[in-house]
């Protein structure tokens, strides 16, 4: 008797053992998959890399259908609707459309409305909702709630609004709801060494001019130190020089009016005789002071540029033997790798019409005084100074 209990007890260890081995072997679901849930693994949006290059704008809805950014593909590329469609950043959308042509499930998550606020997946109409919405054309299906980051910061919830399956997936889609994070903030790239020279002229008069003395000069020179004085040094010449160098945007707006009397207006002329006038003023903008977001004012620095070309006025250089014994001069054996008046086209065609918020020290590398570049004057002691007085 015995016995038959220990063989009956070790064949149902061996059944328990088995049956704990197959049931190991079974994939894991957060919730049961039916004919209409994505597995794990699935891409999200199945036909989106196909579909990708005919997309011609996405829409960034907020809280309460709140429109907060619009972009819109057209021949000259995209464009930002709430800046009058200045260009966007292609590497920005390029990235977003990857992003969303790989994005893969995690797992399934909730299919319950009442549980939707808990991951930031509520209706996009409600003011409260804790996501937004991404769309990408005029179907439900061609768009996307995007919910708030997994606790563990490895994936994001996500849900279409037309199905109430919600999932989490592998991609963080953060999408930018500030149109200013879209902009394509290159202005322009001028090195130092493309100058000829540089006027800065202030509203009160105040005047810097320095200039390269020939083609082969290494640094500029002050041309107008006063008698005297003594510049302080060369890397204050430098400076000025170098202040085109990656010159990019934190902002952008129209240029609906001229800019102010009082702006300091700087002229930088290159090599080739391309003139660039750049005006620079500041204006106090109301904004959030963090922690306790009362409203202060904060100086905002802008900028507006306007491009010439007046040949003449860069270097002028001495004709060059050609192999066929007819002379040439150095610009025009460089026209082929670069035409000034197409240069010049270019320009104004990206850059007029517009006002840019610029770093507050790219503002103030080219927004200097005279005063600044010099040594400062020997303090001179007064009689009462000397007497102690």
Same mark, same amino acid.
């Given at each position: 008797?015995r016995k038959n209990s220990f063989i009956i007890l070790g064949v149902l260890a061996i059944v328990a053992v088995l049956a704990a081995l197959q049931l190991g072997l079974k994939p894991k679901m957060a919730t049961p998959v039916g004919d209409d849930v994505l597995p794990v693994g699935a891409l999200l949006l199945p036909d989106f890399e196909q579909l990708a290059n005919d997309i011609d704008s996405l829409e960034i809805i907020g809280a309460g259908d709140a429109e907060l950014v619009t972009l819109n593909r057209s021949d000259n590329g995209w464009g930002i609707a709430q800046r009058g469609g200045y260009p966007a950043s292609w590497s920005e959308v390029r990235n977003l459309l990857r992003a969303l042509g790989q994005t893969k499930v995690i797992a399934p998550k909730t299919a319950r409305e009442a ?56 991609? $963080?889609? !953060? =999408?930018? *709801? ?7 903030? &290159? ?5 130092? +060494? #493309? ?53 990019? $945007?934190? !902002? =952008?707006? *129209? ?7 009082? &702006? ?5 002329? +290159? #090599? ?75 320009? #104004? ?41």
């Amino acid at each position: 008797m015995r016995k038959n209990s220990f063989i009956i007890l070790g064949v149902l260890a061996i059944v328990a053992v088995l049956a704990a081995l197959q049931l190991g072997l079974k994939p894991k679901m957060a919730t049961p998959v039916g004919d209409d849930v994505l597995p794990v693994g699935a891409l999200l949006l199945p036909d989106f890399e196909q579909l990708a290059n005919d997309i011609d704008s996405l829409e960034i809805i907020g809280a309460g259908d709140a429109e907060l950014v619009t972009l819109n593909r057209s021949d000259n590329g995209w464009g930002i609707a709430q800046r009058g469609g200045y260009p966007a950043s292609w590497s920005e959308v390029r990235n977003l459309l990857r992003a969303l042509g790989q994005t893969k499930v995690i797992a399934p998550k909730t299919a319950r409305e009442a549980l939707y606020p808990r991951l930031g997946l509520a209706d996009i109409s409600d003011e409260n909702t804790g996501g937004g919405l991404l769309r990408w054309g005029s179907e439900p299906d061609q768009s996307l709630i995007i919910g708030i980051e997994a606790s563990d910061l490895t994936g994001r919830y996500v849900r279409q609004p037309d199905s109430p399956q919600s999932y989490l997936v592998d991609q $963080a889609l !953060d =999408v930018k *709801t500030n149109p200013s994070d879209w902009l394509d903030k &290159a202005i322009l790239d001028w090195q130092a +060494s #493309n100058l000829r020279e540089v006027t800065i002229r202030h509203a009160d008069g105040d005047v810097i001019r320095i200039q390269r003395e020939n083609e082969d000069a290494l640094e500029m020179q002050l041309q107008n130190i006063p008698d005297g004085r003594e510049l302080s040094g060369q890397w204050a010449i430098n400076g000025i020089a170098n202040s085109l160098v990656s010159l990019g $945007a934190d !902002d =952008v707006r *129209t240029a609906d009016n001229e800019a102010p009397e009082s &702006a300091t207006r700087a002229l930088f002329i +290159s #090599n080739d005789g391309i003139n660039l006038v750049i005006s620079l003023y500041q204006q106090q903008q109301a904004a959030p002071d963090e922690p306790d977001s009362a409203i202060t004012e904060t100086p905002v620095y802008l900028a507006r540029l306007e491009v010439s070309l007046e040949p003449g006025a860069g270097f002028q250089n001495e004709p060059e033997q050609a192999a066929d014994g007819d002379t040439e001069t150095a610009s025009e054996a460089g026209a082929q790798d670069q035409d000034p008046q197409l240069e010049v086209e270019q320009l #104004n065609a990206r850059l007029a019409g517009w006002e840019y918020v610029i770093p507050d020290f790219k503002y103030n590398s080219i927004n200097k005084r005279l005063e600044d570049l010099l040594k400062p004057l020997p303090v001179v002691e007064t009689e009462d100074a000397l007497a102690g007085g």
